[in-house]
């Protein structure tokens, strides 16, 4: 499967990727009590999952769950199939969004909430599954420029908890086939 040019690939991670031993891990992701942006109904949630370049130290975006109707506690049905590097520390960021049109710039969505994690936390937690607080910094990150940018524009107070995301790891075995 092909990806665009803008999102990234984790074997970007370190050039030296060929020599280091790697499993394929799928991550799925859950949230729980979300900040209810919508006037009428439930939040529309989306989650960004962005990594971050081991020589560069920028975030790039790697992928994005569907988005789902009406609801502060989605279970998203699309994953992230990532390369796990064992040596390496492999920084995580996700994001979410109330989407509240069809556009995919995400400056038109209400921000949500953001956690930070490495995926060796996801796969060394026990059962391989992490929960962590999402909270609204002081700053949160331009999705294009990387830059910080105040969080208090989407009406986030910041370091306010809003909510919980669940991140779950499984390593695919390297037969499976897709």
Known sequence: MEQPEDMASLSEFDSLAGSIPATKVEITVSCRNLLDKDMFSKSDPLCVMYTQGMENKQWREFGRTEVIDNTLNPDFVR???V?????????????LYDVDSKSPDLS??????QAFCTLGE????PGSRLEKSLTIGA???????????PAVSNGGV???KCGTIILSAEELSNCRMS
């Open 79 to 81: 994953k992230f199939i």
């Open 83 to 95: 390369d796990y590097f064992f040596e390496e520390k492999q920084n995580l960021r996700f994001d």
């Open 108 to 113: 038109k969505h209400d921000f949500l909430g």
């Open 122 to 125: 996801i796969v060394g937690s």
């Open 139 to 149: 700053f949160s990150l331009n999705s294009r420029t990387g830059k910080p940018m």
């Open 158 to 160: 910041p370091g306010k």
